[in-house]
């Protein structure tokens, strides 16, 4: 069997970290079977769905180097919807009904109150012929619902393992809204099905539908895929990640935050599995090492502290090539030697303008001994190159006495402002001779 999945996010917003980790499954399992990794866009909901929003679905999944190999649009495939539903309504499966949203919500107070579940009661299939063309007469429209077997739906979820859900604890789920537009539950199925998705990856707050939707595939002729429902992902205090979308959106954590796609990649992929979260600068081990029976029951929890740290880790081992193209965008200069030298410092690559900074200055020095700080001045080496950091300390120590932190600190504080960072023989060297001198004297530069 080929593998073929979907990825199928409504653009009606920007990929955020809960439907990104979703993309990812599907995608780290298509590539580990040499399948096929489909992007479908669920713009059925013509009111909500934006091109702009599908555009910047495909710009972020490039981004972060999940490429689909194929694309289709659910709002070019009505006519498919349409077929699909007439075969339903003809065997009877697809029925009318003409509650309204206040009917419904007072059947379903009541049944609670009444100590049982808020199952829609099927009352539409109890209408004669007059009724129907009362309602009709009356200018109501029917919205339809899928009829269920009543029965239990079993599968093997390849993550939670044996599913058994009774539909008869299931209202009949509404297929087609009282506009004729399509809710997502049968578009996706029709889609499944023409597309031959092989398997169904996504969250586990799909589990319920999957149990009509398996009904759905065999009410139309064809054999359910395999399914695949991950626990979802909580904040790091284990409450709902919904409210803080807006912060986790792909675009703000690379706009805004300055992360790096392989730290997204690297932790939603580890994320809530069997295996530590690591830094990976290639996405081929996550692939290699894919499997649905490492993804645990539990919801994973994201931390927002968790993805910097892990931003951090990448960045410090990233080679210069890597970088070298957006440094120069940032027009940030210093070629290698400076990117060997700050890259361990940095949580983020816009750090790097701070140290861009302390390089080119102007920075306000910090001395605390003027004395000790003209002393050491008139020892710099007259030529700065990598050794001379070394070879200069070493003068100073014995010019002075000074050594350790006595000796070090004030001369990092005196040249670059601050107590810590790089390594201070390739600082030394980017800052030049000459910034040095107006620095240990004590001047802006
Ligand atoms: N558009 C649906 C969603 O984002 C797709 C669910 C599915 O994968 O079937 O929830």
């Known amino acids: 069997m080929t593998v073929k999945v979907r990825f199928a996010p ?27 990794f489909l992007l479908r866009v669920d713009d059925t909901d013509t009111e909500r769905s934006t091109k702009e929003y599908e555009r910047w679905i495909e710009h972020d999944l490039e981004w ?14 009505f006519d498919r919807y349409d077929e699909a539903a007439a075969k339903l309504k003809a ?9 309204t949203e206040e009917e419904l919500d007072r059947q379903r107070k009541l049944r609670r109150a009444q100590g049982q579940p808020p199952v829609y009661n099927r009352a539409a299939l109890e209408l004669t012929e007059a009724d129907h063309a009362r309602f009709k007469e009356e200018g109501r429209r029917p919205h339809w619902r899928f009829r269920l077997s009543q029965q239990t739906v079993e599968w093997t979820d390849l993550v939670r393992g044996a599913q058994s859900i009774e539909t008869a604890s299931l209202s009949d789920p509404i297929l087609i809204r009282e506009d004729g537009s399509y809710l997502y539950t049968l ?20 589990v319920t539908n999957s149990a009509a939707q398996i009904e759905i595939f065999r009410a139309l002729g064809a054999e359910p895929p395999a399914f695949a429902h991950t626990p979802l992902l909580v904040g790091s205090d284990g409450g709902k990640l919904s409210k803080r979308l807006g912060t986790l959106a792909v675009g703000e954590l690379r706009e805004n935050d300055g992360i790096e796609p392989m730290a997204i990649c690297s932790l939603l992929a580890r994320l809530g599995t069997s295996e530590p ?20 029951r539990a919801p994973a929890r994201f931390d927002p502290a968790e ?12 080679p210069y090539d890597e970088v070298a193209g957006r440094l120069e965008e940032m027009e940030i200069g210093g070629g290698e030697m400076f990117w060997n030298a700050v890259r361990a410092n940095l949580e983020t ?54 050594k350790g932190k006595q000796l070090f600190l004030p001369l990092r504080l005196a040249l670059t402002g601050r107590p810590r960072g790089p390594e201070m023989d390739a600082m030394l060297a980017l800052i030049g001779r000459e910034r040095a001198m107006k620095r240990l004297a004590g001047e802006r530069a």
């Not at 993805?307 to 990233?318: P, Q």
């Open 91 to 99: 065997a009877g499966l697809l029925y009318p009904a003409y509650e």
């Open 187 to 206: 578009p996706s199925v029709v889609d499944d099905i023409e597309l031959g998705i092989t398997h169904v990856v996504r969250g586990e707050d799909h």
């Open 64 to 77: 972060l180097g999940l490429s689909f190999d194929q694309k289709m649009n659910q709002s070019d495939r």
């Open 307 to 318: 993805l910097r740290a892990l931003n951090a880790r990448i960045l410090h081992d990233t």
């Open 10 to 36: 409504s653009p009606t917003g920007r990929l955020h970290v809960g439907n990104v980790r979703t993309a990812l499954q599907n995608f780290l399992f298509a590539r580990a079977q040499g399948g096929t």
């Open 349 to 402: 690559l816009k750090d790097a303008f701070e140290w861009q900074s302390v390089v080119e200055g102007p920075i306000d020095p910090v001395i605390e001994d003027a004395e000790f700080a003209s002393a050491a001045a008139a020892l710099l080496p007259h030529e700065i190159g990598a050794e001379s950091w070394g070879e200069w300390t070493a003068a100073v120590k014995e010019a002075t006495g000074r």
């Open 277 to 296: 979260v690591e830094p990976f600068a290639d996405i081929a081990p996550l692939i290699e090492g894919f499997s649905f029976d490492k993804i645990g």
